[in-house]
C-alpha cells in the first residue's frame, strides 16, 4: 500500500510543475477563467429566468407592498413583475383575469404568490390551486400568525400548495428575496445540466408549457 501511494504521488510530482513556476500560474489562470465564464452564463441564465410576483393590489398600501417586492428583486438582479402591467388588457373584446392569468404563468419560471384577501387574489389563488402543473414553480407566501392559526389544521387553500414559506411583518421583501435566489440558481442548475445531458429543451420528449396544458 505504501509503495502505491509512493508511486501515485511521484507521478503526481512529474505531472504538476512547481508552485512558483510560470507553468503553474498558467494552469491556475486557465483554470479561474473558465471557473468564471462558468459562473458569468450562470449569471446570464438566471437573469434570463421570469418571476411573477402576485398578490393583493385593491390598496394604495398593498399596491406598493408589490412594488417593494418586485423592485427589491429587480435591484438583485432577478427579472420580475406584476400582474397589474397586463389589465391594461382588459377592455371590452379584452382579456379576462383568467386568461391574462394563463399567459402570465405559461411565461414565467417562478411565480410568487403572496396570501391575500382581495377578489383578484382569491382568483389568482384558486387558478393555482387548480392547476395542478404550476404547483411546481409556486412559492405560496402567508404571515406567520396566519400560518400558525391554520398549521395544525390547514385550510383547503394551504394545503393545495406545497411550497409555503411564513413571513414576519416588514420582512416579506427579504424573505421573498432569500426564497426566489434559491429556487432561481437551483433551477438555473438544472437546465444547465439538462442542457450538458441533451435533455429538457434539446430532449425529443420534451413538451413546453403551452403544449402540457394543451394550448398551441
Excluded at 39 to 60: A, C, N, Q
Excluded at 80 to 107: F, H, P, V, W
Aim: aromatic content about 12%; glycine content about 6%; charged content about 30%.
Amino acid at each position: 500500500m505504501t509503495d502505491y501511494f509512493e508511486e501515485t504521488k511521484k507521478k503526481l510530482e512529474e505531472q504538476i510543475p512547481d508552485y512558483t513556476s510560470p507553468d503553474f500560474r498558467k494552469i491556475g489562470d486557465k483554470i479561474r477563467k473558465e471557473l468564471k465564464k462558468e459562473e458569468t452564463d450562470l449569471l446570464i441564465l438566471i437573469r434570463s429566468l421570469k418571476i411573477l410576483v402576485l398578490g393583493d393590489w385593491y390598496t394604495v398600501e398593498k399596491k406598493t407592498l408589490l412594488v417593494t417586492v418586485k423592485n427589491t428583486l429587480l435591484k438583485n438582479g432577478f427579472y420580475a413583475e406584476t400582474i397589474e402591467k397586463y389589465y391594461d388588457m382588459r377592455q371590452k373584446g379584452g382579456l379576462s383575469q383568467e386568461q391574462i392569468l394563463e399567459t402570465c404563468c405559461i411565461n414565467h419560471q417562478l411565480i410568487v404568490f403572496i396570501d391575500g384577501d382581495g377578489k383578484g387574489t382569491i382568483t389568482e389563488q384558486n387558478y393555482l390551486r387548480d392547476n395542478y402543473i404550476f404547483h411546481g414553480k409556486t412559492i405560496f407566501f402567508i404571515e406567520q400568525a396566519k400560518f400558525d392559526a391554520f398549521k395544525d389544521n390547514p385550510s383547503e387553500y394551504m394545503k393545495d400548495f406545497p411550497t409555503i414559506i411564513a413571513y414576519k411583518e416588514n420582512d416579506l421583501p427579504e424573505t421573498i428575496l432569500i426564497f426566489s435566489r434559491l429556487r432561481l440558481y437551483r433551477l438555473a442548475t438544472i437546465i444547465k445540466k439538462q442542457t450538458a445531458q441533451k435533455r429538457g429543451l434539446h430532449g425529443s420528449k420534451y413538451q413546453s408549457w403551452k403544449r402540457r396544458l394543451g394550448y398551441r
